[in-house]
């Protein structure tokens, strides 16, 4: 059964950076590690290699203004 957990913030540059910057280090430590989506704390194990993908988009609309937006998804098989 898969489950798909999401949490959606607004937070200033730095303090979006520093999010990235503790999941990288997690995920470089090789261990375990726990992430907190919402109300719910999920422990991730990957393996030495996982799915890495980035994507960027750019759009515009009369109504709505421009928007961009970049999304990072990282997959693995848990070991």
């Keep these: 059964m898969?489950?798909?957990?999401?949490?959606?913030?607004?937070?200033d540059r730095s303090e979006a950076a520093d999010r990235l910057r503790t999941i990288a280090d997690d995920l470089e430590s090789g261990e375990q590690f726990d992430i907190d989506i919402d109300n719910k704390t999920i422990t991730l194990s990957p393996p030495a290699a996982v799915g890495f993908e980035v994507g960027a988009r750019e759009s515009s609309s009369i109504l709505r203004g421009?928007?961009?937006?970049v999304t990072i998804k990282m997959d693995w098989r848990p070991e």
């Design 2 to 11: 898969a489950e798909k957990n999401i949490t959606e913030d607004e937070l």
């Design 66 to 69: 421009s928007r961009e937006s």
